[in-house]
T-cell receptor, first 113, second 114 residues
């Protein structure tokens, strides 16, 4: 059974800092990995989708990497801003009969002005 | 708006009430999903529909009843809920069940059962 873990559970940084959010998964048989952002009380906004054959994806100040063999993905945020404050979720689309998107519990990021 | 619209945004209901959550997508996607998000727990998949047919029911109690009348609309009918059913209910869609496609989520319905 796929398990997705995100560390740390919460992170507080000063504005302007570069930061890395970590995601690990136990079953490397995945189709893709997706990073989402969730603002308090709101739905999920897709940030980046990395296919299993890819190593990284970039969008603006965000860069996500994927290492299937080690069961890890990272989300790098450059020059963080207060508007980046949110909970970041990673989810792995897992193979095995009934493909399922399995989520981690998220990392709550606070960027202080 | 992401292209997936959920209504209502907030719902408070008593344990004896019957209510429905609605999800609508205008993305031309063929697969739709209901997820439950409870405090301090990962998102839990509840139901999966592909081309209006239910393909997965993830051990969800019968007090939750999904309906997918067409590929653009998905409902979650609620009756005799329990306080522990209070959560954020999220609808999502994807191009199809074929792997490789990302999911698009709605803003959710915050449900409180009193």
């Amino acid at each position: 059974k796929q398990e997705v873990t995100q560390i740390p559970a919460a992170l507080s940084v000063p504005e302007g800092e570069n930061l890395v959010l970590n995601c690990s998964f136990t079953d490397s048989a995945i189709y893709n990995l997706q990073w989402f952002r969730q603002d308090p009380g709101k739905g999920l906004t897709s940030l980046l989708l990395i296919q299993s054959s890819q190593r990284e994806q970039t969008s603006g100040r965000l860069n996500a990497s994927l290492d299937k063999s080690s069961g890890r993905s990272t989300l790098y945020i450059a020059a963080s801003q207060p508007g980046d404050s949110a909970t970041y979720l990673c989810a792995a689309l897992t193979q095995g009969g009934s493909e399922k998107l399995v989520f981690g519990k998220g990392t709550k990021l606070t960027v202080n002005p | 708006e992401t292209g997936v619209t959920q209504t209502p945004r907030h719902l408070v209901m008593g344990m004896t009430n019957k209510k429905s959550l609605k999800c609508e997508q205008h993305l031309g996607h063929n697969a739709m999903y209901w997820y439950k998000q409870s405090a301090k727990k990962p998102l839990e998949l509840m139901f999966v529909y592909s081309l209006e047919e239910r393909v997965e029911n993830n051990s969800v109690p019968s007090r939750f009843s999904p309906e997918c009348p067409n590929s653009s609309h998905l409902f979650l009918h609620l009756h005799t809920l329990q306080p522990e059913d209070s959560a954020l209910y999220l609808c999502a869609s994807s191009q199809s069940l074929a792997p490789g496609y990302g999911y698009t989520f709605g803003s959710g319905t915050r449900l409180t059962v009193v």
